[in-house]
T-cell receptor
Framework: GQSLEQPSEVTAVEGAIVQINCTYQTSGFYGLSWYQQHDGGAPTFLSYNALDGLEETGRFSSFLSRSDSYGYLLLQELQMKDSASYFCAVRDQGQAGTALIFGKGTTLSVSS | DSGVTQTPKHLITATGQRVTLRCSPRSGDLSVYWYQQSLDQGLQFLIQYYNGEERAKGNILERFSAQQFPDLHSELNLSSLELGDSALYFC????????????FGEGSWLTVV
C-alpha cells in the first residue's frame, strides 16, 4: 500500500518563497512527482525526482530524500497565477499496480 | 492542451441512471488512467489500462467499469448512480505503464441529482 501526506493549505504573498512538503510510504519506490492543478482544471506535470537532491526548473524546484521518505516543492518569486493546488505523487507497485497515486493536495493561495 | 480528449465535459443525470465517459489518449500513448476527484478529495485512482488490457485497479466501485478499445480510446461506465458519485472524472494517458509523467484531459464533470 501507499500513503502520501502533505499540508492541506499554504498561504503566501507575491514575491515570497513557499515550500510544500510531502512525506510518503509506499512499497517499491520509483520516484516522487509533483503536479499543479488550477481550480477546476486539469492537473499538469511540474517535476519528478528519482534520486536524492534538488531539481530546479525555473522558479520551481523539487527535492527528494529517499532515506527520509520525504520531498518538497519549492516555489520562488511567487506570482498570483501560482495560486493552485499542488499534488505529490508516487508510482505504486502494490495493490494499485503501476499507477500514479496522488496525495490529497495542498491549496496554495498567493495574495498581493 | 495535453492532447487527451474527454467527453462529455459536463453531464447531469438522475440517481439510479447509467452514464459513459469517453477518453481519447494522446497520440501514441498506450496507457490510460481514470481518476475521480470529489470536493475536498484528492485524485483518487480508479483503474488503468495498457494496450487494451487492465493493468492496475484502485478504489473502483463494483458499479463502475471501464475498458480500452483496439483504437486505444477508453470508456468509463458508471451505473446505479448515487448522489455521492458526483465528481470530476479525469482521464490521463502516458506512453508506457511506467509513467511518472502522465497527461490529463480536462475532465468530465458529473452531477447526479
Amino acid at each position: 500500500g501507499q500513503s502520501l501526506e502533505q499540508p492541506s493549505e499554504v498561504t503566501a504573498v507575491e514575491g515570497a518563497i513557499v515550500q510544500i512538503n510531502c512525506t510518503y510510504q509506499t512499497s517499491g519506490f520509483y520516484g516522487l512527482s509533483w503536479y499543479q492543478q488550477h481550480d477546476g482544471g486539469a492537473p499538469t506535470f511540474l517535476s519528478y525526482n528519482a534520486l536524492d537532491g534538488l531539481e530546479e526548473t525555473g522558479r520551481f524546484s523539487s527535492f527528494l530524500s529517499r532515506s527520509d521518505s520525504y520531498g518538497y516543492l519549492l516555489l520562488q518569486e511567487l506570482q498570483m497565477k501560482d495560486s493552485a493546488s499542488y499534488f505529490c505523487a508516487v508510482r505504486d507497485q502494490g495493490q494499485a499496480g503501476t499507477a500514479l497515486i496522488f496525495g490529497k493536495g495542498t491549496t496554495l493561495s498567493v495574495s498581493s | 492542451d495535453s492532447g487527451v480528449t474527454q467527453t462529455p465535459k459536463h453531464l447531469i443525470t438522475a440517481t439510479g441512471q447509467r452514464v459513459t465517459l469517453r477518453c481519447s489518449p494522446r497520440s501514441g500513448d498506450l496507457s490510460v488512467y481514470w481518476y475521480q476527484q470529489s470536493l475536498d478529495q484528492g485524485l483518487q485512482f480508479l483503474i488503468q489500462y495498457y494496450n487494451g488490457e487492465e493493468r492496475a485497479k484502485g478504489n473502483i466501485l463494483e458499479r463502475f467499469s471501464a475498458q480500452q478499445f483496439p483504437d486505444l480510446h477508453s470508456e468509463l461506465n458508471l451505473s446505479s448512480l448515487e448522489l455521492g458519485d458526483s465528481a470530476l472524472y479525469f482521464c490521463a494517458s502516458s506512453p508506457s505503464t511506467a509513467g511518472n509523467t502522465i497527461y490529463f484531459g480536462e475532465g468530465s464533470w458529473l452531477t447526479v441529482v
